[in-house]
């Protein structure tokens, strides 16, 4: 059974910085590419960022390129999100999701079989 558990949320003032992981377990973590997704209250889920199996290839969102950085450690079967020059806007309930695929899949929900239960990042202004 595949398991997505996110850890690092909480709050922090404007102009701060997290650290969000994301531990799996359940199948071979480094054969498939992680993304982190967000609901912010009354919003869609979306996309912030993906990275492929092996870490080589990394994709963000535009509203957060710059200040997010994606990585894992596949022997630690993590993966990380690092987010700094944190907003208000950046308000949200973070998800961790399992692609299907090595690749980097994007913002389609539908190329991830698995998801994490979320962790909360409150940022104040």
């Known amino acids: 059974q595949v398991r997505l558990v996110e850890s690092g949320g909480g709050l922090v003032q404007a102009g701060g910085s997290l650290r969000l992981s994301c531990a799996g377990s359940g199948r071979t973590f480094g054969d498939y590419a992680m993304s982190w997704f967000r609901q912010a209250p009354g919003k869609e889920r979306a996309f912030v960022a993906s990275i492929s199996d092996k870490g080589d290839v990394t994709r963000e969102t535009d509203s957060v390129k710059g200040r997010f950085t994606v990585s894992r450690d596949n022997a630690r079967n993590t993966v990380f999100l690092q987010m700094n020059s944190l907003k208000p806007d950046d308000t949200a309930v973070y998800y961790c999701?399992?692609?299907?695929?090595?690749?980097?899949?994007?913002?389609?929900?539908?190329?991830?079989?698995?998801w994490g239960q979320g962790t909360q990042v409150t940022v104040s202004s």
């Open positions: 999701a399992q692609s299907k695929y090595s690749t980097v899949p994007g913002a389609d929900v539908r190329n991830y079989d698995y």
